[in-house]
């Protein structure tokens, strides 16, 4: 019971935060720091976009490009060794006890947390990789006269952004999920901290 309480206390601030940070960016973005990166965003492109700047642009770009490559691929190793973790299912019973430091040890619980941590580092490959995707279009957008297209990027650079910022998101909460393996203690401790270093950055 204890358990049950931490974990669900913990999952609950975790997720009450970003449902009050989602809104927050909604309804009043410049106070956010997702907010400000917007505004800078659309300013920058209106500055550089059809201009002659177009290899200022591109760098730009691709250092976005490099970074979000780099996070995908990282996100899947991450996720396959997981995978390997779970389907070693004669070490996992032995793996609990050694981990957990207080909690219960029940290895379909082990795995369930397991599983959690699977699922958030295929998400942020998702999003890294769908980030990749808008920003490959934005770097062709940007450079056209806009008289030709009517359209500068925007939304594939924003779309390309949220992506990005999303994969990051869950790159960060999959350290709470990760320190559950020591147990709802260890959760409890890297939610108070997780949440101070994000409202810092927020």
């Known amino acids: 019971m204890p358990e049950l309480l931490i974990v669900g206390a913990s999952l609950a ?11 927050r960016i909604a309804s009043n973005g410049g106070a956010t720091a997702f907010g400000r990166h917007r505004i800078a965003r659309a300013q920058w492109l209106d500055h550089y976009a ?8 591109v760098q730009t770009l691709r250092n976005w490009l490099m970074s979000a490559t780099f996070l995908a691929s ?7 060794g997981v995978l390997g973790i779970m389907t070693t299912t004669d070490k996992i019973s032995g793996l609990s006890r050694e981990l957990n430091m207080m909690g219960n040890t029940d ?6 947390k397991f ?11 998702f999003a890294f990789t769908f ?13 056209l006269p806009v008289t030709d297209t009517g359209i500068r990027g925007q939304d594939d650079l924003e779309n390309g952004a ?8 869950c790159l960060y909460l999959s350290i709470p999920l990760a320190m559950w393996l020591l147990g709802p203690i260890g959760l ?5 901290l997780v949440l101070a270093v994000l409202f810092k950055f927020d």
């Open 50 to 57: 059809g201009s002659k700047h177009e290899i200022l642009v």
């Open 74 to 80: 990282t996100s899947i190793v991450i996720a396959f």
């Open 188 to 192: 409890a401790v890297a939610t108070v």
């Open 13 to 23: 601030v975790l997720f009450g935060y970003h449902v009050r940070l989602f809104v």
């Open 162 to 169: 949220l992506c990005y910022f999303l994969g990051l998101r």
């Open 131 to 143: 980030s990749v995707r808008f920003f490959s279009h934005a770097s062709f957008v940007v450079n």
């Open 107 to 112: 290895t379909g619980l082990l795995l369930l």
């Open 115 to 125: 599983a959690l941590v699977l699922l958030l580092y295929l998400a942020a490959f």
